[in-house]
């Protein structure tokens, strides 16, 4: 398991970097965007935004024209390649820096979606936790948590992908940028959400676990 310390410092040199990894995730993203509803949001934040890819093609393709997003990164170098991106969208988008620790400084139950594409997988298990708390108390009801994360194989190649994966995360977490293969679903009781979609998406041998968790009221 990386620290944020160590997280923070493997991102802010990848950078850019990270885009050359979207053969591996856009089948997984494509997914999620089928059964997110994006068009039916107003107030999107996303955690871990990276490069601010994802955020892009939302605000072009999907998001309602009026829809604001917010992105958080806790790597600067993240949060500027993100803003640069995002320029053009003026106030609509914004992308703020910020600590280790899950936590969304929103108004409770102001948020419509809640994303967050290949960054729990890295978080530790107490983060994650923390995640599903900080979601629990912004999303309003019948949000929707859009999850995509390294998850476990469940065909011959990508169980052996992810074995070797495993192996190389064991000798260094640096070295796959701290990732290791997850599953939430135990992370999401079902006296708060309901599972509207749950599948693994397998690109190039890698396995990606799509979930979109819609939190229920009360
Ligand atoms: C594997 S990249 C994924 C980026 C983007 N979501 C994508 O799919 O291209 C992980 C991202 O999460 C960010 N990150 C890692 N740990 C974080 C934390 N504790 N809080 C916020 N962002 C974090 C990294 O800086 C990086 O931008």
Known sequence: MLSHEAARAFYDRLGAGQDTQRFFEDPATRELVKYAEFHRAERVLEFGCGTGRFARELLTDHLPPGACYQGLDQSSTMVRLARERLASFGTRATVEQCEGSPRFDVAPGSLDRIVSNYVLDLLSENDMRLFVAQAERALAPEGRLCLVSLTRGTTLLSRLFIWGWERIHAL?????????????????PDTRWRIEHLNVVTALGMPSEVVVAVLLAG
């Open 172 to 188: 260094s977490p640096r070295w796959v940028g701290g990732c290791r293969p997850i599953e939430i679903l135990d992370l999401l």
